[in-house]
């Protein structure tokens, strides 16, 4: 977490600092040499995609038109800007992405506290709420949407009918959104919790136990002593879940498939590609995101990190 | 009493949590007519293997289920090795450009997937065109894309580790007479290893997860296709087989729940240890 301190801060933290170097010199070519194999594989299979896809985004390109490929200049940005499906599942993927990350985390925080205590049975509490974290997002996305949304025989439902109320309404057409929020808040807050509960975990006794014989209320050694110790935690789980949902697309595509105002981008872009073949706009889209997501995580880890500068 | 009080109200949370799983699994088990049964109830009286026969030779499931553990395992051995090497290099070495290259790993994870789907269905295409094993429809371009992915998170999570390795003990080591080489794989390697798990599991859930690229890579070879598209088979616009589904996810849920099982301990330090980095 040194490197996004460091960038979020400015400044370079202690332990980014390079280490003393050894007694013996190594010559040049040996000290780098054990990182080729990962950037030689990231340039060629992330890097230089990229690049093209910048280039594409500017090109006139439909498959099923190839005599009609050439240089389009901006057209395409302009179409994903001024295209309604576009510009709203630029929408969806930003309340989508932002509402699961803060649930999942609040919902997390909530659970790693509870589990930090020790009580009998934990081990097995803990397994059974990770437990959602390991189903495949596929079969995830069919268990909710089939077993508990279904409106003739899902779970939900059935409780309904069972606690005596006869409405029995039809979870996914009424609110999609929240359907596919409240699935992946399922998949997520175990995710949050483990790395919460890593720093929970790895927070000193002693400081806590001085403070309570100070006369520190819980609340008080929660503010000022664990929450400001968990706090780069809780950037990791931001920044970690924020890059995996901006991409989901299994949860999309199985519970909704798209439709009723869900599309989120990674969607759309699939659909634009694979569908509509229309490749110039669908890498226009995916350089949109990438920009997108970069100015997003730089602002709020600048933001988050400021918080806590005042606060402490 | 106030300890009870907590102890009662986790113990229901988590019930809750892991409520679906419990049905998935029941589902599986249950025959047909109970499964679409308006009352649904929370146990069957008559279990059955009739979803499981029907997942494993209808569906093929048994070659998907192989392609899907080929691919992850390839991944998380790669993954393993080529990340290792990459943060010793960031650790223990100062050369130019290391902080831009930290940096860099990290806008490479930003990267979100659907922004190189368009290109890296090109690049796995012309791959093909000269080795056919990493092109379109073979299980080798999803091992790439699925290493490419999960690399930059391994290399940076592993920094912690390596980091926490005294200078000391590699001097110590050279002093002794131990090569580069030894002291990387017989000193350094095990040392580590609690990082490592905690870096395979995540790439082993990434490749064992992936529908995007199952999806769009594996077009036509219906016999490389891996487990999260073999889910959709028994998904049909008119008639969906409930029993089958359920007892795929099951199947599907077996190899991770037992990998996670396996590192379980070392998985909360292992995260510890990546944000002390």
Redesign the interface.
Same mark, same amino acid.
């Given at each position: 977490?040194?490197?996004?301190d460091?960038?979020s801060t400015g400044k370079?933290s202690v332990?980014?600092r390079?280490?003393?170097?050894?007694?013996?010199r190594?010559p040049?070519w040996?000290?780098?040499?054990?990182?080729l194999? &990962?950037?030689i594989?990231?340039i060629i299979?992330?890097?230089?995609?990229?690049v093209?896809?910048l280039v594409?985004s500017f090109m006139k390109w439909n498959s099923l038109d190839p005599a009609g490929r050439g240089f389009a200049g901006i057209d395409n940005y302009v179409n994903v800007f001024t295209d309604p499906d576009l510009r709203s599942s630029v929408v969806n993927t930003i309340v989508l992405t932002a509402s699961v990350v803060l649930i999942s985390l609040l919902l997390g925080l909530g659970?790693a506290l509870?589990?930090d205590?020790k009580?009998?049975?934990r081990g097995f509490?803990r397994?059974?709420?990770?437990?959602?974290f390991?189903?495949?997002?596929? &079969?995830s996305a069919?268990?909710?949407k089939?077993?508990?949304y279904n409106p003739?025989?899902g779970?939900f439902n059935?409780v309904l009918?069972w606690l005596g109320f006869d409405a029995q309404p039809d979870w996914i057409s009424t609110m999609p959104m929240t359907a596919v929020v409240a699935s992946l808040v399922?998949q997520w807050?175990?995710f949050m919790m483990?790395?919460l509960?890593?720093?929970l975990?790895?927070k000193p006794v002693e400081p806590v136990e001085a403070a309570r014989i100070d006369g520190a209320s819980p609340f008080q050694v929660f503010r000022y002593l664990t929450f400001p110790h968990l706090r780069?935690?809780l950037e990791?789980g931001g920044l970690?879940g924020s890059?995996y949902i901006?991409?989901n697309?299994?949860a999309v595509?199985t519970i909704t498939s798209g439709g009723l105002g869900t599309a989120n981008?990674?969607y759309m872009?699939?659909q634009t590609?694979?569908q509509a073949h229309e490749?110039g706009e669908?890498?226009a &889209?995916?350089?949109i995101?990438?920009a997108g997501?970069?100015v997003i &995580?730089t602002f709020a880890l600048r933001v988050v990190s400021s918080l806590f500068k005042e606060a402490k | 009493m106030k300890r009870r009080l907590t102890e009662g109200f986790v113990l229901i949370i988590a019930a809750v949590v892991a409520f679906p799983l419990f049905w998935m699994v029941l589902s599986a088990f249950k025959p047909e007519d109970e499964i679409i049964s308006a009352d649904p109830v929370p146990w069957t009286t008559r279990p059955t293997l009739d979803s499981f026969t029907r997942a494993l030779t209808v569906a093929n499931f048994g070659r998907y289920f192989l392609n899907s553990v080929i691919v992850a395992l390839v991944v998380v051995v790669l993954s393993i090795l080529i990340s290792f090497l990459a943060a010793t290099a960031l650790t223990r070495f100062r050369f130019r450009s290391r902080t831009t290259l930290l940096i860099m790993l990290l806008v490479v994870q930003m990267v979100p997937v659907e922004a190189l789907t368009v290109p890296l269905f090109f690049l796995m295409r012309s791959v093909g065109d000269s080795v056919p094993a990493f092109g379109l429809n073979h299980l080798g371009s999803l091992v790439l894309v699925h290493l490419a992915f999960s690399l930059p998170f391994a290399i940076w999570m592993l920094r912690g580790f390596v980091a926490a390795v005294p200078v000391e003990l590699e001097e110590a080591a050279t002093l002794d007479g131990a090569s580069r080489f030894r002291f990387l794989w017989q000193v350094l390697f095990p040392l580590v290893a609690p990082g490592l798990v905690a870096t395979s599991v995540l790439s082993f859930i990434h490749a064992w997860n992936d529908f995007l690229f199952a999806k769009t890579f594996i077009i036509s070879a219906v016999e490389n296709q891996t487990l999260p598209l073999a889910l959709q088979v028994f998904v049909k616009p008119d008639q969906n087989d409930w029993g089958a589904i359920m007892a795929g996810s099951t199947l599907m849920t077996i190899p991770v729940l037992i990998f996670f099982m396996l590192v379980q301990r070392r998985l909360v330090s292992g995260l510890a240890g990546a944000v002390k980095g």
């Open positions: 977490m040194a490197v996004l460091s960038i370079r332990a980014d390079p280490p003393p170097v050894p007694r013996k190594y040049k040996a000290t780098r040499a054990p990182l194999p &990962a950037l594989f990231l299979v992330t890097q230089l995609p990229f093209a896809t594409i659970l509870l589990l205590k009580f009998a049975g509490v397994t059974m709420l990770i437990a959602p390991l189903v495949v997002p596929v &079969a069919l268990i909710w089939h077993v508990l003739e025989y779970l059935g009918n399922w807050t175990p483990l790395i509960l890593a720093g975990q790895s780069q935690y990791l970690l890059i901006v991409q697309f299994d595509f981008l990674p872009i699939y590609f694979y490749y669908a890498s &889209a995916g350089v995101v990438v997501s970069i &995580a | -």
